[in-house]
């Protein structure tokens, strides 16, 4: 049963919203990996449609989690991103807590 007197002791309270979302999970993981990523390979990558992702990383940008850099690769524009060091840290605080809850661990 919940508790209904605010968030509870429970891991997944500390779950955090911005990354939970599936493909933005997805777009954390891939970019924990590397230092940067080109869109097209991500959204390649992760599977969804260039909107889906767009929509998605602006999201993740304006909480701070994702940089976008965008320039030009001869006369084609490229967009590139890379997570913050916020990013990694709310990544690496979620994993860690998604670790908690899969142990079985209470909190």
């Known amino acids: 049963m919940e508790s ?3 968030a509870g002791s429970h891991p997944r309270h500390e779950l955090d919203d911005v990354i939970h979302a599936p493909v933005r999970l997805s777009v954390m993981a891939a970019l924990a990996v590397t230092d940067r990523a080109e869109f ?5 990558t992760i ?3 260039d909107s889906l992702l767009s929509k998605h ?6 909480a701070g989690y994702v940089r976008v850099e965008k320039a030009f690769v001869g006369k084609r524009p490229r967009t590139w ?14 994993v860690s807590v998604l670790r ?3 142990d079985g661990s209470p909190s």
């Not at 991103?81 to 979620?94: M, N």
Request: proline letters at 0%; aromatic letters at 8%.
């Open 4 to 6: 209904t007197t605010g």
């Open 40 to 44: 097209r390979f991500l959204r390649d």
């Open 47 to 49: 599977e969804v449609s």
């Open 57 to 62: 990383v602006i999201t993740l940008e304006e």
């Open 81 to 94: 991103l890379a997570l913050t060091d916020e990013g990694r840290r709310a990544f690496h605080d979620y």
């Open 100 to 102: 908690r809850l899969t």
